[in-house]
């Protein structure tokens, strides 16, 4: 019997996911494990694997769209099983997607071309499939349809937009996502290995690719975005991007933060000249280089330990405290903002932690975070010091009760024993949720966080 795929909830924020490139055509026979698509999700992008074993055939969502949670994909069963019913149930539109390609099909395709055509195929999703196209773009080569080898290599350069010449390159096994970005970037597919199903290339590998020849080749299309970003003086001017899954969600989620939460704020200047005298000296015990922020996570996990009030959510009928530490900590990426968790970060070295950030990162910047580790947050740190940032004031990332905004270190006059001298400060302001943090209670932790860190050997004994 056929069976409904449907998008899955990927991550705990996720409400809709946009189909980057299908894997599978209508007509392939898939079983379970296979990787069916590729879904951006509002953290990163993911595959879409399959549960089932059968043939595909219905794809009801192309490249580029979205679709919400629970909404429906493609359909998988036995060869030539009618599954209207089953699409109708499932509250999809049974005809459209399945009637468009045979209709295109019919229309360009010549009549001996017509039983190797797959109808339930969208056009846009596979042109390679459609060699339909090739008499549209070149009509004077339409007799030669009756010898489809021939005319594919009569007209490669005629029309590479729609058929591709059968070159080393065509001939890899590879997303169209990962082509265009090949492409973009003048990397040789040949020499990229894929990690996808069964050695399929994909985005993730072309983002890897680090081959000092593609690394020159990359350089060739450099200058286009100047055309892009030239500005006419005297003429306005402006451009749209399509906001990604991953700017909605962060604004939807802090759009409800911000006004359901009643935030309130405290401020503390903390000196952190002993703070970066004991990061010297860790960082040449260690071999290795530990951050600031390290440094602040440790310490702050151990405010949080010393009051377990902060360490909390409000669940409107009950508040909820942990008995677990788990720091979220805010990392930038080019389509915003991902919280990767540093899980039970009172019980770990600052080596340790250092080494999960460092992980994490990297994670991020390739895309490759998965759903387990940016989940169950119980307080989040944002740190804009490495920008030059002094102060700010951060959004609470629901669930937590607070977040933490770190500014800068800066050299600034302090008075020490009646005397003037040049110290090193840095200054926090904690985010706090009104609803189950009091100001007294924001309060004593900053003071215990501050102390922690003005005598570091408290937190590295």
């Not at 109808?119 to 009509?139: F, H, V």
């Not at 265009?180 to 040949?190: N, R, S, T, V, Y």
């Not at 989040?380 to 490495?386: A, H, K, R, V, W």
């Amino acid at each position: 019997m056929a069976e409904v795929i449907k998008m899955p909830r990927m991550s705990d924020t996720m409400t809709e996911g946009v189909i980057v490139s299908w894997l599978k055509k209508v007509g392939d026979t898939v079983k379970s494990g296979d990787v069916l698509a590729e879904v951006e999700t509002d953290k990163a992008t993911m595959e879409l694997e399959n549960y089932t074993d059968g043939t595909l055939l219905y794809i009801g969502i192309a490249e580029g769209q979205a679709v919400a949670v629970d909404g429906v994909l493609a359909v998988i069963g036995a060869p030539g099983e009618d599954y209207q019913a089953l699409l109708s149930g499932a509250g999809a539109a049974p005809a459209a997607p399945t009637n468009a390609a045979p209709a295109v099909a019919t229309e360009t395709a010549p009549p001996a071309e017509q039983p190797a055509a797959q109808p339930d195929t969208q056009p846009a999703a596979q042109p390679q499939a459609q060699p339909a196209e090739q008499p549209q773009a070149q009509p004077a080569a339409q007799p030669a349809a009756q010898q489809p080898a021939a005319q594919t290599s009569a007209q490669p350069a005629a029309t590479p937009e729609t058929a591709p010449a059968p070159t080393e390159e065509e001939r890899v096994k590879a997303s169209p996502l990962a082509k265009k970005i090949a492409d973009e970037k003048g990397i040789p597919l040949q020499q990229v290995n894929g990690s996808g199903d069964q050695g399929r290339i994909v985005k993730r590998d072309v983002e890897n690719y680090t081959s000092p020849a593609a690394t020159q080749a990359a350089a060739a299309p450099a200058p286009a975005p100047a055309s892009t970003t030239s500005v006419v003086p005297g003429k306005e001017g402006f451009h749209d991007v399509v906001v990604s899954q991953m700017r909605k969600t962060i604004a939807r989620r802090l759009v409800e933060s911000k006004t359901s939460a009643p935030h309130f704020y405290l401020t503390m200047d903390i000196n952190m000249g002993r703070v970066m005298d004991a990061r010297v000296r860790i960082n040449e015990y260690l071999g290795t280089k530990v951050s600031f922020n390290d440094i602040i996570i440790r310490a702050a996990a151990a405010a949080l330990r010393a009051h377990p009030k902060v360490n909390g959510s409000w669940l409107g009928d009950k508040l909820r405290y942990y008995d677990h530490i788990h720091i979220g900590v805010a990392i930038a990426v080019e389509d915003g903002l991902v919280v990767p968790v540093i899980r039970f970060a009172d019980a770990k070295s600052i080596s340790q932690i250092s080494a999960e950030v460092k992980a994490y990162a990297e994670k991020a910047k390739t895309k490759k975070m998965q759903p387990a580790d940016y989940e169950g947050n119980t307080f989040t740190i944002s740190n804009l010091g490495m920008f030059g940032i002094e102060d700010f004031t951060a959004i609470i990332n629901p669930p937590d009760a607070c977040i933490m905004a770190v500014g800068a270190i800066q050299q600034k006059p302090i008075v020490e024993n009646g005397e003037i001298k040049i110290g090193n400060m840095m200054k926090v302001t904690l985010s706090c949720d009104h609803r189950i943090v009091d100001g007294a209670t924001g309060a004593q932790f900053l003071q215990t966080f501050k102390q922690y860190l003005e005598e570091p050997v408290i937190i590295l004994a």
